[in-house]
């Protein structure tokens, strides 16, 4: 069996348990954000507004929280009204009785814009949070404008296989050893009940075992979507690219003009793994650019 201490490592493929948190990332002044908690679902959901312009949902990978992705949130409020949520039972958002479900998360994030009076939002997510942002897309494609996903996965076998067999053991037997992570100091610090570690380790692990398969329902995908890996990812190469042709990219030349683009991009940001990527500067720069209104087929050319 895996040490504890090379379990915590490896199964940070998907939960971000190495994220570096807020100050990894230039953060501008931004003004206190707007906060609440939306009756959505049976949960009370905490959101965050910042910013002014095109609304776009951002959400956190797991075991994370909005305060451990402040950097990325502040970045994106330059130029947008940034609507930032702490998932169920992760940071503010007290857990429920109800299993941790990407299919429910992306259901609550859809109440939850429904509840703010916003018809249709751009949406980013990283790792869980992407996962998420892919099934509100899926679920509810009405309601998304553009789609930017880092660093998920479309079925498991995307993860490496070490990666995945660490991710058979998540669960509250690492909640002790965990108490030194930047997730178990933020969470303990905002959570509603933050005895409730071990269980939101618990449903985590639950959720890491279960097996899906979301290629169908991918290809469905209208909405112009990002995709953003590391070249030293948890997430093996051939998926990202198996992942990007799901979405209509890659299958042609795209000629002089981009005229046989699709509206899927593919980016793998030099240098940079699983466990940092939401907290690379490179990241920020590329979104805010793709998000852009009127981004056209040409906007990633060499300047």
Request: proline content about 7%; glycine content about 10%.
């Amino acid at each position: 069996m895996l040490s504890m201490a090379r379990l915590i490592a490896t199964s940070a493929a998907s939960l971000a348990l190495a994220s570096a948190g807020p100050t990894a990332l230039h953060t501008p002044d931004v003004p206190t954000p707007e906060s609440g908690y939306a009756p959505v679902n049976g949960l009370k959901l905490y959101y965050e507004i910042r910013g002014t312009g095109a609304p776009v949902v951002v959400l956190h990978g797991g075991l994370s929280n909005t305060e451990l992705i402040e950097g990325m949130i502040a970045n994106l409020a330059r130029t947008q009204r940034v609507i930032a949520v702490d998932l169920q039972g992760h940071g503010r958002t007290a857990d429920i009785d109800r299993p941790f479900s990407c299919d429910a998360m992306a259901d609550d994030i859809a109440a939850l814009l429904r509840y703010l009076k916003v018809p249709k939002a751009d949406i980013v997510g990283y790792s869980l949070g992407g996962s998420v942002a892919l099934r509100t897309a899926i679920q509810h494609p009405e309601m998304v404008n553009k789609l930017v996903v880092v660093s998920a996965v479309v079925q498991p076998s995307g993860w490496y296989p070490e990666g995945r067999a660490a991710m058979q053991h998540v669960g509250a037997g690492m909640a002790e050893a965990m108490k030194p992570s930047p997730a178990y100091q933020s969470y303990a610090r905002i959570a509603p009940r933050p005895g409730d570690w071990p269980v939101l380790l618990d449903k985590t692990g639950a959720l890491l075992r279960q097996d899906f398969d979301w290629t169908r329902e991918v290809k469905s995908i209208a909405a112009p979507t990002l995709l953003v890996f590391g070249d030293a990812d948890a997430i093996r190469p051939e998926h990202m690219v198996e992942f990007f042709h799901l979405l209509g990219g890659g299958t042609k030349d795209g000629g002089v003009d981009g005229s046989g683009m699709s509206n899927a991009r593919l980016a793998i940001l030099p240098g940079t793994t699983h466990y940092d990527i939401f907290d690379s500067p490179l990241l920020p720069p590329l979104i805010v650019r793709f998000l852009a209104k009127g981004e056209s087929r040409t906007a990633f050319k060499a300047e």
